[in-house]
T-cell receptor, first 111, second 114 residues
Framework: GEDVEQSLFLSVREGDSSVINCTYTDSSSTYLYWYKQEPGAGLQLLTYIFSNMDMKQDQRLTVLLNKKDKHLSLRIADTQTGDSAIYFCAEMSTGRRALTFGSGTRLQVQP | DTAVSQTPKYLVTQMGNDKSIKCEQNLGHDTMYWYKQDSKKFLKIMFSYNNKELIINETVPNRFSPKSPDKAHLNLHINSLELGDSAVYFC?????????????FGQGTRLTVV
């Protein structure tokens, strides 16, 4: 079955780069997503990458995909205190029309 | 305007009660979902509907019954509530069931069973 794993916690200083990692097991994963959840709020889609891409950049966000190792990462440049949240990696495969989420990584940004 | 709205935002109820959570989307999407987030923040799909038709029905107790009166609404009714049902329930919608489609989430309903 599908499995998506993330480390639970990351702490960085304001202005540094943050890198959040994710691994998945489903080789038929077609799209991989990063969602952000702020306290008491719903999930906000940050970015996504199609499985035939290696990299996608969107302003401060860079997504890297290593399909061979089934490894996905999200890099946030110049991390701000407003970036403190839980970040979820998720995947969707062609055979399954719903998102499978990782456990979430809590990012804490210290001033 | 809120794209995906759920009511209520908070729900505290006793074991054994029956309760409903409502969800509405004004995005004109065809597909709607219910996800459950437990106390450890794990998020899992429960149900999905496409144009009022049930598509995904994960291993969820029969006490949970989704109802979609039209494609803009997907309600979740829960019978005989148990302590383990305490969680945050998220409704979501997407344009269709395409693999790359973006899912928009509601703010969540925090259900506490006492």
């Amino acid at each position: 079955g599908e499995d998506v794993e993330q480390s639970l916690f990351l702490s960085v200083r304001e202005g540094d780069s943050s890198v959040i990692n994710c691994t998945y097991t489903d080789s038929s994963s077609t799209y991989l997503y990063w969602y952000k959840q702020e306290p008491g709020a719903g999930l906000q889609l940050l970015t996504y990458i199609f499985s035939n891409m290696d990299m996608k950049q969107d302003q401060r966000l860079t997504v890297l995909l290593n399909k061979k190792d089934k490894h996905l990462s999200l890099r946030i440049a110049d991390t701000q205190t407003g970036d403190s949240a839980i970040y979820f990696c998720a995947e969707m495969s062609t055979g399954r029309r719903a998102l499978t989420f990782g456990s979430g990584t809590r990012l804490q940004v210290q001033p | 305007d809120t794209a995906v709205s759920q009511t209520p935002k908070y729900l505290v109820t006793q074991m054994g009660n029956d309760k409903s959570i409502k969800c509405e989307q004004n995005l004109g999407h065809d597909t709607m979902y219910w996800y459950k987030q437990d106390s450890k923040k794990f998020l899992k799909i429960m149900f999905s509907y496409n144009n009022k038709e049930l598509i995904i029905n994960e291993t969820v107790p029969n006490r949970f019954s989704p109802k979609s009166p039209d494609k803009a609404h997907l309600n979740l009714h829960i019978n005989s509530l148990e302590l383990g049902d305490s969680a945050v329930y998220f409704c979501a919608s997407s344009q269709d069931m395409g693999v790359g489609t973006e899912a928009f989430f509601g703010q969540g309903t925090r259900l506490t069973v006492v």
